[in-house]
């Protein structure tokens, strides 16, 4: 099958000759200055000063819990998660969450509301009915959780270890959207990458999330894996788009088996050629784009009057490590193993070894391993990137105004970098907007690159995945 070049998916033409020859490792960009450039000098004092200016601003809270666990790996995860059948082992997570939970919200002014939780993994659903009743009515005991209708309250979900009866509790318990991780529905695929999943049950969460009141579901698919084949590929895209998810992640599969343990039971000569995972891709492109999917930057879509789509039309999409979110106007909070924070202008991370998490709630306090204040400089690129990840472009006068510097002089330099792309018609700049054109939406991070300064200014660049292969 020859590679589609002009498939125009609500912004994205697809061009595949322009997007192979600049696929390249680059940031996700959930954060800038991004979480490699963390460092342990960070630490709780920097963290309760951030709290108390971001209590001064009083934006409201967005709560991000980390689930580590899950039943059985899957040999793609590059996920920070403990592999164990043990469920009993989410009772004691529950218990040191709620500690965690329980030296923190005092820090927070009580009137500041929280707008958006979401639990991630790992499997969240690891936890059972019981445990995850505990943890909300703990959480919600402790802080202000905000009862408007436009609160966002997810959970990502494994469809083979969830019940019909399960996503009733979910519900009862107050969330209103659900990810679903899908990836693929080919067979041949799913025992490559240890993921047996029949299409009926997955179809069968999605109803009942409707069913129960939810207002948003999601889909994840993944391109590139083992054994995967455009028919086959074809197949789960309609399938999916048949049952109409309101929103779909369609994330390249980085194999990166040095970094992570599980992926090295993959072999290489089963993965798709480079020419075969670009078709994988311009066929999920073709199909979403022809069923009505609007694209929103990145891996994902949404249909057109979904949230998403709703918030980049209106200009407050926001982009954060919880992915694409309609609360730009809120500090985050992570709680668990690995979780990360922003609040004010600091990052902060948990630690990402479960043993050396639970030591440090032990030990009562902020649980903090490493994280980084940020600068003037850096609080006027994390804009820049934000601004440019959401909505593809940037105005860089209006930008720089607001900072006090001259766009044209301050980046001077980023602009010269700027201008490869330019002359493959990937970005433009003109009258001080730098905007990704229809073919450079699939790089935006490549565009967002010629702005990071610590890419520059790196000894040995962070290994990142590939921006599209």
């Known amino acids: 099958m020859p590679l589609p070049t002009t498939s125009n998916a609500l912004g994205w033409t697809f061009d595949a000759d322009l997007l192979r020859r600049h696929d390249r490792p680059g940031p996700r960009y959930t954060s800038y200055p991004t979480a490699p450039h963390f460092h342990d000098g960070y630490g709780q004092a920097q963290f309760c000063a951030a709290v108390a200016r971001s209590n001064a601003v009083g934006r409201p809270l967005s709560l991000y819990v980390h689930v580590p666990y899950c039943s059985s790996p ?87 270890s969830v019940s ?47 069913d129960n009141g939810m207002r948003s579901v999601n889909v994840d698919l993944i391109y590139g894996l083992p054994l995967q084949t455009l028919a086959g590929f074809g197949r789960t895209l309609d399938t999916v788009i048949e049952a109409r998810p309101d929103r779909l992640a369609i994330y390249g599969y980085a194999h990166l088996p040095h970094m992570f343990k599980a992926q090295r039971q993959i072999q290489d000569r089963d993965l798709p050629d480079p020419e075969q995972k670009l078709a994988l891709l311009g066929l ?27 918030a980049q039309r209106a200009g407050s999409l926001h982009r954060n490590f919880m992915g694409y979110t309609t609360h730009a106007d809120s500090d985050l909070l992570g709680l668990g193993v690995s979780a990360i924070s922003h609040i004010d202008s600091s990052y902060s991370q948990n630690p990402r070894d479960l043993k050396e998490w639970e030591a440090k709630v032990a030990e009562g306090g902020v649980p903090v391993w490493r994280g980084l204040e940020l600068d003037s400089d850096d609080m006027l690129r994390a804009e820049l990137i934000q601004q440019l990840m959401c909505h593809g472009k940037v ?31 990937l970005a433009s700049y003109e009258q001080g907007v730098v905007a990704a054109t229809a073919q450079g939406r699939p790089l935006l991070r490549l565009i967002a690159m010629c702005f990071d300064r610590y890419l520059k200014a790196a000894q040995q660049p962070a290994r990142y995945s590939r921006a599209i292969g």
């Not at 403990?82 to 927070?108: C, K, M, N």
């Not at 860089?396 to 493959?424: K, M, N």
């Open 395 to 425: 105005d860089g006068h209006a930008l720089a105004r607001h900072h006090g510097v001259d766009f044209d002089l301050y980046f001077a330099d980023e602009l010269i970098a700027l201008r490869h792309l330019q002359d493959d018609g």
């Open 164 to 210: 019909v009866d399960d996503i009733a509790t979910l519900a009862e318990l107050g969330f209103n959207r659900a990810s679903l991780g899908v990836q693929d529905f080919d067979p041949a695929v799913q025992q490559a990458i240890n993921r047996v999943q029949a299409v009926d049950e997955t179809m069968a969460i999605i109803q009942a999330c409707r």
């Open 74 to 160: 899957c040999f793609y995860c590059g996920c920070n998660r403990v592999i164990s059948r043990d469920r009993s082992r989410g009772e004691h997570y529950v218990d040191q969450l709620l500690i965690e939970a329980d030296w923190l919200a005092p820090l927070f002014a009580r009137e500041r509301e929280v707008v958006q939780l979401h639990l991630g993994g790992g499997t969240p659903n690891f936890l059972a009915s019981a445990q995850l009743r505990r943890l909300m009515e703990g959480l919600q005991r402790l802080f202000n959780f905000s009862q408007g209708s436009a609160r966002d309250f997810s959970i990502e979900l494994d469809p083979r």
């Open 284 to 310: 999920a492109v073709e199909r979403l784009s022809a069923a009505g999917y609007q694209y929103i930057g990145m891996d994902h879509f949404a249909l057109p009057e979904e949230d998403l789509s709703r």
